[in-house]
């Protein structure tokens, strides 16, 4: 007879699967607590001061990635081959976070006030300090944990975080009822700072210390900076267009617009699961030669049309309920789901195409290929919004978004059909030999 409490037992305490409920757990719970910190700060700021909000964070995370110069993935890179150099690894995140982040709020208070208006300088930089310093700690923090395979504290810390910004614009609606965006900002850094005091403790437990190491400064921070600029193509592609409309001072506009895009970002998520997913599969795959990836490829395209498609009908169905759960403000904001609500199937084509470039070692075209579509996303956002205000960012992400899919689809397709010449070969094979 099968003993199912013992089979059910062995197969928990399997750290593969064990480790994938708890991210499954973990992403889950992040996308509820953050869908109730982006409706309540809706409600809180109303259309016009979160338009005002949505321009600085939008600046603010355009250069986000550069806060840590890529250290968390050095640290994963290297300290999951040497767990003795996980202390001055450590040590370089939090060294090399502090000192970007000083330069870049420095940079930005210069140049905020042309980018978007003087008012907006002490907004960015507390969001500076709240999104570049404190959070990337929590961030890195997590990812020091993901490499040590402690995921069950890796979920928590994400959670943990989430949960306290949502506490943070809880308390402000509770004691103000309406707020500025500044105010904001100093309830995100507050919540923000207890995560990464949280994060620290923590980390102390594996990891003991914190004298920072020049040498390691110095000999990794090239590779680092490399790291950062593969991680802020994309945070720059999707966030110009609120940057410009906070430039021409368009800030109910920012707010509509902005509200629209949460929500289809919203309705991408299970698109990027599938996408996600795929990719360790293709890495396994990539090792038997580009035919098991093609077949795989020609497998999924169904099942991620499909999805792309419920996508997009879930953006339709469930907008009203989420605006009017926003607030009135937010009412027009109908109209820009209406033109955004294609993205998620855009992006699931994209998406796709992306992982098989990266897992066939082909990142150094998915790179070349992203920047060219954020020129022409600039040059778009540049000619259309004076004139036509969200409606001409609306357009410019759509045809960013066909043309980003375009380039990639043909990329992968002239890797397949090329499979046999010298571009079509296999980088990591060749490697491997």
């Known amino acids: 007879m099968l003993d ?5 037992a062995r197969v928990w305490t399997s750290s593969m699967v064990r480790n994938t409920g708890w991210m499954t757990f973990g992403q889950r719970g992040n996308f509820f607590l953050q869908a109730g910190y982006f409706l309540l700060l809706a409600r809180l ?33 290297y300290v999951s081959v040497d767990r003795d150099l996980a202390q001055p690894y450590w040590r370089f995140i939090l060294a090399a976070t502090v000192a970007a982040s000083i330069v ?31 959070s990337q700690v929590v961030k890195s923090a997590s990812v020091v944990f993901q490499t040590f395979e402690q995921l069950k504290i890796t979920a928590w810390l994400r959670a943990t ?57 110095r000999l990794r921070f090239w590779e680092g900076i490399g790291l950062s600029v593969a991680g802020s193509t994309q945070a720059i ?19 509509i ?34 035919a098991p990836v093609r077949r795989m490829t020609s497998r999924i395209i169904p099942i991620a049309t499909m999805a792309d498609l419920a996508a997009v009908g879930f953006t339709l169905l469930a907008s009203p309920i989420l605006l009017r759960m926003a607030g009135h403000g937010f009412a027009n904001a109908m109209l820009a789901i209406r033109w955004l609500c294609w993205l998620p199937a855009l992006r699931g084509i994209h998406q796709l195409a992306a992982c098989a470039l990266t897992a066939t070692g082909r ?26 205000g969200w409606l001409g960012a609306a357009r410019a992400s759509l045809i960013s978004d066909g043309a980003l899919g375009l380039l990639n689809l043909s990329l992968v397709f002239l890797i397949f059909s090329c499979a046999n010449h010298s571009f079509g070969t296999n980088p990591y094979k060749e490697q491997a030999k």
Request: net charge positive; proline share 3%; charged share 10%.
């Open 363 to 388: 990142q150094n075209y998915r790179t070349v290929a992203q920047l060219v579509v954020a020129a022409l996303n600039f040059a778009l956002n540049f000619m259309w919004i004076p004139t036509h």
């Open 45 to 77: 700021l109303r259309a016009t001061e979160y338009g005002i909000f949505a321009g600085a964070f939008a600046l603010v995370n355009a250069v986000t990635p550069y806060s840590s110069l890529g250290s968390p993935m050095l640290f994963m890179r």
């Open 4 to 8: 199912l409490k013992g089979w059910l």
């Open 257 to 290: 617009y902005t509200m629209a895009y949460k929500v289809v970002d919203f309705a991408t998520t299970p698109v990027s699961a599938i996408d996600a997913a795929l990719l360790p599969r293709f890495f396994a795959l990539n090792r038997r030669g580009l």
């Open 161 to 217: 975080s989430d949960l306290l910004h949502l506490l943070a614009i809880a308390g402000l609606m509770i004691c103000l009822y309406r707020a500025s965006a500044f105010q904001c900002s100093l309830g995100i850094i507050a919540s923000s700072t207890v995560g990464a005091v949280v994060s620290i403790i923590l980390i102390r437990n594996p990891i003991r210390g914190t004298c920072v190491s020049a040498k390691l400064l």
């Open 104 to 134: 870049i709020a420095a940079i930005l208070a210069v140049i905020g006030g042309k980018v978007l208006d003087q008012g907006s300088i002490g907004l960015i930089v507390v969001l500076v300090a709240a999104n570049c310093c404190m």
């Open 237 to 255: 592609y999707n966030d110009v267009d609120k940057i410009m409309l906070g430039h021409y001072g368009m800030n109910a506009a920012n707010g």
